[in-house]
T-cell receptor, first 114, second 114 residues
């Protein structure tokens, strides 16, 4: 069966510090991968998605970036965090062409920028 | 462009009563529709989906949803609510004409009162 991991689970970082959040998927190959941010326990904002290694699409211009160095690894980064980067970050995967149309989400990372 | 509306921020229902959480959508092609549930500080859990076929789809934990093409709706229902159903519910859509992106509604908070 497939599982998705995210770490760290929680993170407190000062303004201006760098960020690296990691997401890995097990039990599937060639997944589409997604990063979302959820503010104040409500709606999801799509940040990035990737359909393959090195292929990243950005949905919202901001000081965040994403990379996909391996098929099942997706990394969210920032060189300098802003207060507005605080939120709950969710990674998700989707298996195109398999007949499974839905996304599956990781447990999330709670980021607080102080 | 795809869009999803969940017209109610909050739904309150007494335990044992039926519940409905509303969702309407807009797509240019055929819709793939999904419901997810989120408990506090957790990732989203997939509940059910409509891709094609019967308009009434059944999912996890006794939930079901009815696809209505003429009203462009996909309301989530359960015949008898449990206190443990209290959570944040998200409707999502993917347009068959627009690749791999999923669009989520703003979420509806369901409170089931004992």
């Amino acid at each position: 069966s497939q599982t998705i991991h995210q770490w760290p689970a929680t993170l407190v970082q000062p303004v201006g510090s760098p960020l690296s959040l990691e997401c890995t998927v097990e039990g599937t190959s060639n997944p589409n991968l997604y990063w979302y941010r959820q503010a104040a326990g409500r709606g999801l904002q799509l940040l990035f998605y990737s359909v393959g290694i090195g292929q990243i699409s950005s949905e919202v211009p901001q000081n965040l970036s994403a990379s996909r160095p391996q098929d099942r690894q997706f990394i969210l980064s920032s060189k300098k965090l802003l207060l507005s980067d605080s939120g709950f970050y969710l990674c998700a995967w989707h298996a195109p062409g398999t007949g499974a149309y839905e996304q599956y989400f990781g447990p999330g990372t709670r980021l607080t920028v102080t | 462009a795809q869009s999803v509306a969940q017209p109610e921020d909050q739904v309150n229902v007494a335990e044992g009563n039926p519940l409905t959480v509303k969702c309407t959508y807009s797509v240019s092609g055929n819709p793939y529709l999904f419901w997810y549930v989120q408990y506090p500080n957790r990732g989203l859990q997939f509940l059910l989906k409509y891709i094609t076929g019967d308009n009434l789809v059944k999912g996890s934990y006794g939930f079901e949803a009815e696809f209505n093409k003429s009203q462009t709706s996909f309301h989530l229902k359960k015949p008898s609510a449990l206190v443990s159903d209290s959570a944040l519910y998200f409707c999502a859509v993917r347009d068959s004409n627009y690749g791999q992106n999923f669009v989520f509604g703003p979420g509806t908070r369901l409170s089931v009162l004992p």
